[in-house]
């Protein structure tokens, strides 16, 4: 299995609601990332989990909240956004190595729409 | 931090033979990724360096010099599917912290 699955596919969310996204992957990646991507933009890397512990957290605002609950799993909790948050959001893990061949797999991402 | 550069657009004919050149500056460095993205879609991966020197994979190949902080990719055989977005990754610090380059838009036309 060297999948990374993200749930939903598509989000809209007003300014007010509360939702979360969810990132699952059984390849035994110690390292998940979730990245932020606008249209014809690269991935913007926003939260890095290694060993189940936030190791970067590139300034993102608090209304981005993740959590990592098992070396699986990795969510990233979504309260109060603004429509400037809309982007695809992208999950991605790799093996957590200096030296080894580190592919990072990603998930197909969530569309998020902020209205 | 990092700074990451590769060009903006390339444009070649099918079967011809592309190059996209990516230089880097990282605080720490362990190795190179590319990516591949179409649009709408998640990045797929490529290749990844961690020496110096050419790895070859069918019609892509990518180079890595360390001392220089350049990479490219080599796109040969060109198809109409390889019109993408491709994007050099340096992983750099203390273990593993993967920032993108802005993406080179490679269009393939007939």
């Known amino acids: 299995d060297t999948e990374v699955t993200q749930t939903p596919k598509h989000l809209v969310m007003g300014m007010t609601n509360k939702k979360s996204l969810k990132c699952e992957q059984h390849m035994g990646h110690r390292a998940m990332y979730w990245y932020k991507q606008k249209a014809k933009k690269p991935p913007e890397l926003m939260f890095v989990?290694?060993?189940?512990?936030?190791?970067i957290n590139e300034s993102v605002p608090s209304r981005f909240s993740p959590e990592c609950p098992n070396s699986s799993l990795l969510n990233l909790h979504l309260h109060a956004l603004q429509p400037e948050d809309s982007a695809l959001y992208l999950c991605?893990?790799?093996?957590?190595?200096?030296?080894?061949?580190?592919?990072?797999?990603f998930g197909q991402g969530t569309r998020l729409t902020v209205v | 931090g990092q700074n990451i550069d590769q060009p903006t657009e390339m444009t070649a004919t099918e079967g011809a033979i592309v190059q996209i050149n990516c230089t880097y500056q990282?605080?720490?460095?362990?190795?190179l990724f590319w990516y591949q993205q179409h649009a709408g879609e998640a990045p797929t991966f490529l290749s990844y360096n961690v020496l110096d020197g050419l790895e070859e994979k069918g019609r892509f190949s990518s180079f890595l010099s360390r001392s220089k902080g350049y990479s490219y990719l080599l796109l040969k055989e060109l198809q109409m599917k390889d019109s993408a977005s491709y994007l050099c990754a340096p992983h750099g610090g203390s273990w593993g912290k993967l920032q993108f380059g802005a993406g080179t838009q490679v269009v393939v036309t007939p």
């Open positions: 989990y290694s060993y189940e512990k936030l190791s």
């Open positions: 990282t605080s720490g460095f362990n190795g």
């Open positions: 991605a893990s790799s093996q957590v190595s200096g030296q080894l061949n580190t592919e990072a797999f």
